[in-house]
């Protein structure tokens, strides 16, 4: 019903900057939030930043200062500025909207396939 499509991901060198984009697209009346997570191999799923209907905006403590999040509300698009990239950064990255698609009906979330950043160093 509803998609999540990602973009942006790739290999980057240590100290670049990568932008990612999600757009959530289908039946969807409102979306509360949208967010990034991220996964890397052998490590559970953390979230990396958001950002909800009011404009209010978390992050990862490892990604403040370098990471921004924005959200395009008429596409219903989010995207993730990467600057200054560790090599800790690398990690699947996973898109989430959290979305009603009716009048009193929902949250639901709605998952991206991920987009994979590698940072080299």
């Known amino acids: 019903q509803v998609q999540v499509a990602e973009s942006g991901g790739g290999l980057v060198q240590a100290g670049g900057s990568l932008r990612l984009s999600c757009a959530a697209s289908?039946?969807?009346?409102?979306?509360?939030?949208m967010g990034w997570y991220r996964q890397a191999p052998g490590k559970q799923r953390e979230l990396v930043a958001s950002?909800?209907?009011?404009?209010?905006?978390n992050y990862a403590d490892s990604v403040k200062g370098r990471f921004t999040i924005s959200r395009d509300f008429a596409k219903n698009t989010v995207h993730l500025q990467m600057n200054n990239l560790k090599s800790e950064d690398t990690a699947a990255y996973y898109c989430?909207?959290?979305?009603?698609?009716?009048?009193?009906?929902?949250?639901?979330?709605?998952w991206g396939q991920g987009t994979q950043v590698t940072v080299s160093s």
């Open positions: 989430n909207a959290r979305y009603s698609n009716r009048v009193g009906v929902g949250p639901f979330d709605a």
């Open positions: 289908g039946t969807i009346f409102s979306v509360n939030a």
């Open positions: 950002i909800d209907s009011s404009l209010s905006t």
